[in-house]
């Protein structure tokens, strides 16, 4: 059974950092890879960053290039985001993703609220 359980999400200022942690179940992020994706209210959910299957490979959002950083924890089949310089824009709740036997399995989210 699949199961994405997401933690780490908080009230920042703005400029300041925060890490997001996706505990899963049921599968490997190693086999499968794994993405974070995020939707402010009013908004479309995006994708924010994605790390490969059976690589280091990634890609991520145009508007967090630079700033947040997508890692994976074999060990413990975690995904992580590392969220630098937050903006007021970053706020939306961040759902943690995988595709899996052609299914989206999605997180409960945790909700990232950047205070100007």
């Known amino acids: 059974q699949v199961q994405l359980v997401e933690s780490g999400g908080n009230l920042v200022q703005s400029g300041r950092s925060l890490q997001l942690s996706c505990a899963a179940s049921?599968?490997?992020?190693?086999?499968?890879?794994g993405s974070w994706y995020r939707q402010a209210p009013g908004k479309e959910r995006e994708l924010v960053a994605r790390?490969?299957?059976?690589?280091?490979?990634?890609t991520y959002g145009a508007s967090v290039q630079g700033r947040f950083t997508i890692s994976r924890d074999n060990d413990k089949n975690t995904l992580d985001l590392q969220m630098y310089s937050l903006k007021p824009e970053d706020t939306a709740v961040y759902y943690c993703?995988?595709?899996?036997?052609?299914?989206?399995?999605w997180g409960q989210g945790t909700q990232v609220t950047v205070s100007s």
């Open positions: 993703n995988v595709r899996y036997s052609g299914r989206d399995f």
């Open positions: 049921g599968f490997s992020f190693w086999v499968y890879g």
């Open positions: 790390m490969f299957p059976t690589t280091y490979g990634t």
